[in-house]
């Protein structure tokens, strides 16, 4: 396996602490080969100028958020733009477009450009320009050609409002232009900032861009297409945008709930719109099942139902279905793991961690979750990597570690998901709720 030292540590710091890689990824991945085949089925339509939207499904534990994860990495090494959000009951409501808005562009990353994404696609822009210029037999020292520039950026902006562009946005645009033509990094990055959706901008700043106020939720929407403008303009064939953990808005209060689900039918029915954008949500089965989920608002089911017949299921449907863990799987990441443990004695250390002690650490931590295998990849990790780091750490010390006779799996830091398969009590809609959501369109 040809993978960096610096990916190998990322890797299994992550782990540590119970958390997803994002890097690496193929190193240890197992069980997911149809499913990103799918996603990159998708990433080469959007390229095509398909607007796109795919929503995972499955359990606690199945690799929702892994397998997104691998479709950044993927996207990116295609040069895509990729932005990764994560649900929270407090700031990101689907009907509050400006905040989900304000999420996606401050986690916009590209391979070039992991933080600052956006200043660095409007600065590739403005390069393709002055390149384009010389290309054409334009000389970049003569004193004119700063103007000429400026008169082929115009011409750019045209476009962008061909793109349907908001007004403001084109504006800060050119704002933002002038800005860095006259060397004014401070205003230029207080400009990228409010294209952002923040709202703590100098009113100074917005005056002197001729702009008032901050990216409304109406507004937010029509900026995302001018983003997706400039992405494609320097040089990106398309924007993945990753929406994970989508059962939180189960979390949310009933009337939150409705608008939410409301703004993602919003979304859905928009996507074609959005021509390089793949849309990628995940959530659980609930969340797409329940009358408290996706299945009451009947507009967004009837959208994407998942549709099973035995255990056959189309992968190319609105939603792709991920297979829970079983303990062939767990084994198979865990020989993956040993393999590229760094370790100075590799002989010594897989006689350490053995086969035999896989298997038995799967049986153990199996047991302790009532034989609940696909719910325990996250906890089986983490004690894993324990595992090896004891024995790394012990292999030329008096007391060397033996886990085959020192190992005793011990249930604990669970998660609420992990707690509630081990004690599974049945809870009720508080708000009572059971006829569904009205449907209502979402102003942007």
């Not at 240890?28 to 998708?42: M, Q, S, T, W, Y």
């Not at 476009?159 to 860095?180: G, P």
């Not at 608008?259 to 959530?283: C, E, H, V």
């Not at 006689?351 to 153990?364: A, P, R, T």
């Amino acid at each position: 396996m040809n993978i960096s030292k610096a990916d190998v540590e990322h890797i299994f710091e992550r782990l540590r602490n119970g958390m997803v890689p994002e890097r690496g990824l193929s190193a240890f991945a197992v069980g997911v080969d149809e499913p990103i085949k799918e996603i990159n089925r998708l990433l080469d339509l959007v390229k095509s100028g398909e607007g796109l939207s795919k929503f995972l499904r499955g359990g606690y534990g199945c690799g929702k958020t892994f397998v997104s994860q691998y479709a950044i990495l993927e996207a990116l090494e295609k040069n895509y733009a990729v932005s990764f959000v994560v649900v929270s009951p407090n700031d990101t409501q689907f009907h509050k477009f400006d905040d989900v808005y304000e999420k996606i562009v401050t986690n916009l990353r590209t391979r070039t450009a992991r933080s600052g994404a956006l200043s660095d696609c409007i600065d590739r822009w403005i390069g393709s320009i002055e390149q384009s210029l010389i290309d054409e037999g334009e000389d970049e020292d003569d004193l004119s050609f700063d103007e000429k520039v400026k008169h082929r950026f115009k011409l750019e902006l045209e476009s962008l409002k061909a793109d349907s562009a908001a007004n403001d946005f084109i504006t800060v645009i050119r704002a933002y232009f002038d800005c860095k033509q006259e060397g004014d990094v401070v205003l230029a990055t207080s400009l990228v900032a409010w294209l952002s959706g923040s709202k703590n901008i100098a009113t100074s700043a917005k005056k002197k861009a001729a702009i008032k106020g901050e990216i409304s939720s109406s507004m937010a929407m029509t900026f995302l297409k001018g983003i997706l403008s400039i992405i494609k303009k320097a040089g990106h064939p398309g924007l993945l945008i990753v929406i994970d953990e989508a059962e939180t808005i189960l979390r949310m209060r009933s009337d939150v709930r409705g608008k939410s689900l409301n703004g993602i039918r919003q979304i859905l029915d928009a996507s074609k719109d959005f021509k390089g954008l793949l849309w990628l949500f995940t959530g659980t089965p609930e969340f797409y099942d329940s009358r408290k989920g996706v299945a009451g608002l009947e507009p967004l089911h009837d959208r994407i139902k998942f549709i099973k017949q035995g255990e056959i299921v189309n992968i190319r449907q609105p939603q792709l279905e991920l297979k829970p863990f079983n303990q062939a799987r767990l084994r198979e990441v865990a020989l993956k793991l040993r393999e590229i443990y760094i370790t100075d004695a590799r002989s010594t250390f897989i006689n350490e961690v053995s086969d035999e002690f896989i298997d038995l650490l799967i049986k153990q931590v199996t047991q302790g979750f009532a034989g609940d295998v696909g719910v325990i990849p996250r906890q089986f990790l983490r004690e894993y990597v324990n595992v090896l780091d004891l024995v790394e750490q012990h292999m030329n010390a008096d007391n060397k570690y033996h886990p085959m006779k020192e190992y005793k799996f011990e249930l604990k830091d669970l998660t609420p998901a992990e707690e509630s398969t081990l004690h599974p009590t049945k809870t009720e809609d508080q708000d009572g709720e059971s006829s569904g959501y009205a449907v209502e369109d979402l102003k942007w």
